[in-house]
């Protein structure tokens, strides 16, 4: 995918690229398949293109000016099939520049995006966020940088450290508030489950007996079983994936865990 600014107008186009082999020469095509086009656009950094692995989808977010309602419009197109299917999600009163693609990395099930303003909100429900980050008097405006780090303040999520300012410059460490934060599963019966990945073995806590199950997925959507569904019972289940992840793709991963009707997304290096 491509972005393009001519003559006020902007292109979002989708390629197919082809490779042909001659002796020792390799030509390369790019043959356009879609594209979206239209005024008020801001190109490249008004734009994210976003992977959900749990939904197998490719979410492309476009923020632009739209000159029929005078406003500014954050819109989701579904780029999955290799064309711009509109989703019917067209979200108001927000920026959305130099976007920050979260994917994953607070330990979510579906991937977060930060828009400008320091609302946190998952790519699929961009008209409900679910934090914010408030950056007036944090010393990091304008932000720099950002990193999200395991969990250093103990309540079971990956923390953020975000840098920046305008002056000496700041680094300050942020976790979800869940007094103020309406994450995903805030109404969990079962609000003591945790899983994580120690090496190549899969510990789950619960506070009752519940079926486990894992898969592993990579970041290119594929996925392979790597727990059938067992009965785990109240409190430590640990179990040995080594055999399982053996013959499977190295790199950045997540393992989908189970947990009765939940989904724990644990993201981890192989």
């Known amino acids: 995918m491509q972005t393009e600014v001519k003559e006020n107008r902007s292109w979002v186009v989708i390629y197919d690229v082809g490779f042909l082999h001659e002796g020792n020469t390799i030509t390369t095509t790019f043959t356009p398949i879609d594209s979206l086009t239209g005024k008020g656009f801001g190109g490249p950094s008004h734009c994210a293109l976003v992977t959900d692995t ?4 490719d979410w492309l977010l476009m923020f632009r000016f739209d000159a029929d309602i005078n406003q500014n419009v954050l819109e989701r197109f579904d780029a999955t099939e290799g064309d711009f ?9 927000v920026d959305f520049y130099q976007p920050w693609n979260m994917g994953y990395t607070l330990g979510t099930v579906r991937p977060v995006i930060m828009l400008g303003e320091g609302s946190l909100c998952y790519a699929d429900e961009l008209s409900r966020p679910f934090a914010r980050i408030r950056f007036k008097e944090s010393g990091v405006q304008p932000v720099s940088g950002w990193a999200a780090i395991n969990d250093q303040s103990g309540d079971g999520r990956p923390d953020l450290v975000i840098a920046g300012g305008s002056t000496n410059g700041t680094v300050i460490l942020l976790t979800l508030d869940s007094t103020a934060s309406s994450v995903a599963y805030n109404n969990d019966p079962l609000p003591q489950v945790s899983a994580r990945m120690f090496g190549t073995t899969l510990e789950v806590v619960t506070t009752q007996p519940v079926m486990i199950s894992a898969q592993l997925v990579t970041t290119d959507g594929r996925m392979f079983p790597t727990q059938s569904p067992t009965q ?28 009765g009707d939940k989904v724990i997304g644990i993201n981890f290096v192989r």
């Open 54 to 57: 749990l939904l197998k989808k």
């Open 232 to 259: 785990g019972s109240a409190g430590m289940n640990r179990f040995d994936l080594r055999q399982a992840l053996e013959g499977h793709p190295a790199g950045a991963c997540i393992m989908h865990v189970r947990v």
């Open 85 to 93: 299917e509109p989703t019917g999600e067209r979200v108001t009163g």
